[in-house]
């Protein structure tokens, strides 16, 4: 006999049974659940309807009489003359001015960090100048002939017993 099923969503079951979106999936690995993902990658869940209808743990546990839902008005904490109200009033808006605090210093600070981006930059364009002056004044032309350096060999090509300036190659030796 094959049990009627209702086809959810992950996101549809959590709001259905009251749970988060992982316990759902939790709840589905668990009771080995028809899964199904479409073409768009939307993961669809066949739910039997007997789960459904069956009450969470938590409403189980509580009963209505011991809590019974109230409404604001109903609770004298947030009444309007309540000590309560005056001191949460009281630390919103110390809550406020500090809030305003933090945000005039951080314009000073972002005003500050964009005057030091400016002048590093500054200081670049004066580093590669500098750079630029400095290899300019080193090239050939600018350098007496008793500063150049004076490269030698210790032996020139066409000298020494070799033939072509290079050492006679030894069969057994693989590194020339």
């Not at 004066?126 to 032309?141: D, K, L, N």
Request: hydrophobic content about 30%; glycine content about 8%.
């Amino acid at each position: 006999m094959a049990e009627n099923t209702e086809i959810l969503t992950y996101r549809q079951l959590a709001d259905r049974l009251g749970l988060s979106l992982e316990a759902a999936r939790a709840r589905v690995r668990r009771g080995g659940w028809l899964k199904i993902t479409d073409n768009h990658g939307i993961v669809r869940v066949s739910v039997p309807v007997s789960t459904m209808n069956v009450p969470t743990e938590q409403d189980k546990h509580v009963d209505p009489n011991v809590h019974p839902e109230r409404t604001p008005e109903q609770n004298e904490a947030f009444a309007p003359g309540s000590m309560v109200l005056s001191t949460l009033r009281e630390v919103i808006g110390l809550l406020q001015t500090e809030l305003n605090e933090r945000r005039r210093e951080s314009s000073e600070y972002m005003a500050e960090n964009a005057v030091l981006k400016e002048q590093n930059a500054q200081l670049r364009e004066q580093i590669a100048r500098i750079e630029g002056e400095r290899v300019h004044s080193t090239s050939a032309q600018g350098v007496r002939p008793e500063q150049k350096p004076v490269f030698t060999l210790n032996s020139p090509p066409g000298q020494g017993g070799c033939s072509g300036g290079y050492g006679y190659r030894r069969w057994w030796w693989p590194f020339g």
